[in-house]
Nanobody, 122 residues
């Protein structure tokens, strides 16, 4: 069983930056594929970024070049550095984990955090 706790959300002006963190329980964090998804009001949850245990990362086209996903296996934590934020980035951001080598398929992720709100004002 893996428990995920996100933090770091908040209110920021357009063009600003935020760094989200996701702390995971468990002793085999390094084996897991970790990802960030987001859900804006009235919209379906969508893929943002994922990072494999080997450190390979993938991004959605909407955040590529602005967001960076990273992981610190010694701290059982995955991060999402968000730069050049836009109002359309406003959403609840969720951390997810799986042992499967996957990318954006939500059905592949077994564990989810409770989410953290990110609001970008124009």
């Amino acid at each position: 069983q893996v428990q995920l706790v996100e933090s770091g959300g908040g209110l920021v002006q357009a063009g600003g930056s935020l760094r989200l963190s996701c702390a995971a329980s468990g002793r085999t964090f390094s084996d897991y594929t970790m990802a960030w998804f987001r859900q804006a009001p009235g919209r379906e949850r969508e893929f943002v970024a994922t990072i494999w245990s080997a450190g390979i990362s993938y991004y959605s086209d909407s955040v590529k070049g602005r967001f960076t996903i990273s992981r610190d296996n010694a701290k059982n934590t995955v991060y999402l550095q968000m730069n050049s934020l836009k109002p359309e980035d406003t959403a609840v951001y969720y951390c997810a984990a799986t042992r499967v080598l996957t990318r954006q398929q939500q059905k592949d992720y077994n564990y989810w955090g409770q989410g953290t709100q990110v609001t970008v004002s124009s």
